[in-house]
């Protein structure tokens, strides 16, 4: 570079200007704009259409998944729409700010603008925090932020075939009740990734879809404990956990796992390899029962004529859409 290190520096300042910047490593870190709307509004639970009260992010349990690369900066809004009966807000566990001011509560009517670095690479959970925490949590307002790391793919990190997000929450029927909620009492089902058996035709013949790839294939699952007070016992039914990033860090890589245990709000990466020389099917679950049989057990088919755009690009947060068929707002 030597004589063009001023061009070079000058560069620089065009791109930062331009919402574009330089990171130490030379890898081009840009702003990403996110907005949130909080929404108060029924969704469907399960895979037969039961309605339920849930607090929401754009509407969504879970809400959609954010995807930066490490070094990149977000610049978040969070609008709390006036029609609100509720203060919401925004706890991303990738940021490194101030509880009080960025993570505090945004009342209805009003909007909350901040940016934050991400600076580590992983995946994190994020969800409102606003009180009662326990309660804004179990209706519904979660979701998975990825932090792609900077260095990219390489043989401690390999490059997956398809990826999928999983997020389990336990579910509370009576919505008003936050004092069961805190107590741990009144659950009766999991979630995964907003609905019952989401992804079972197994234990819910009404399931309209399930995980595909091709024998062979390195399968990536992005897992969120969203639950308010369980741990998961993450398995992969007739499978081993190739490899799993805990927190989705590349540095931190366990091998040949049957079972991880996943902290509430814990989130973390745990890939598959199927048999290459036949199809097969997995049963990706935790091994808790009580969460297992009352809804978290999710179908990962391997198969010659996998879905080709199944769990690749922004398809890997499958949403099924079913109309809502009973009314149970309380
Ligand atoms: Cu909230």
């Known amino acids: 570079m030597k004589g063009n290190s001023k061009i070079a520096r000058a560069g620089v300042a065009v791109l930062v200007a331009a919402g574009l910047g330089l990171t130490a490593n030379g890898v081009m870190a840009k702003t990403v704009k996110v907005t949130m709307t909080a929404k108060e509004t029924s969704v469907v639970i399960d895979n037969r259409g039961t309605e339920y009260p849930a607090w929401t992010f754009d509407g969504m349990v879970p809400g959609k998944v954010v995807r930066v690369k490490e070094g990149d900066v977000i610049d978040f809004k969070l609008i709390n729409p006036k029609t609100n009966k509720e203060s919401h807000s925004i706890d991303f566990h990738a940021a490194e700010v101030d509880v009080l001011d960025e993570f505090g509560p945004v009342k209805p009517g009003e909007t909350k603008h901040f940016k934050f670095e991400a600076k580590r690479a992983g995946v994190w959970m994020y969800h409102c925090g606003a009180g009662p925490m326990v309660q804004h949590i179990a209706r519904g307002m979660y979701g998975l932020i990825i932090v792609d790391p900077k260095e990219g793919y390489s043989d401690k990190f390999p490059k997956p075939d398809r990826e999928y997000v999983l997020i389990q929450q336990q579910f509370f029927p009576d919505a008003g009740d936050y004092k069961a909620m805190l107590e741990n009492r009144g659950w009766t089902n999991s979630l995964i990734n907003g609905k019952i058996f989401h992804y079972d035709p197994v234990h819910d013949p009404d399931a309209q ?18 639950n308010v007070n369980m741990p998961v016992a993450l398995h992969p039914i007739a499978g081993i956990w190739d490899r799993v990033y805990l927190n989705g860090n590349p540095e931190n890589v366990l091998y040949d796992m049957a079972t991880v245990n996943v902290a509430v709000s814990e989130a973390g990466i745990f890939d598959i390899v199927s048999p290459a020389d036949r199809p097969t099917n997995n ?3 935790d091994h808790t029962m009580s969460a297992a049989l009352r809804g978290a057990i999710t179908v990962l088919m391997n198969k010659p004529d996998a879905d080709p755009n199944a769990g690749k690009g922004d398809n890997i947060l499958i949403r099924t859409d079913i109309k809502p068929v009973k009314h149970h707002v309380k």
């Open 283 to 285: 049963a990706i679950v």
């Open 209 to 226: 879809a399930v995980l595909q790839a091709k024998p062979g294939e390195r399968v990536r699952i992005y897992f969120v404990n969203a």
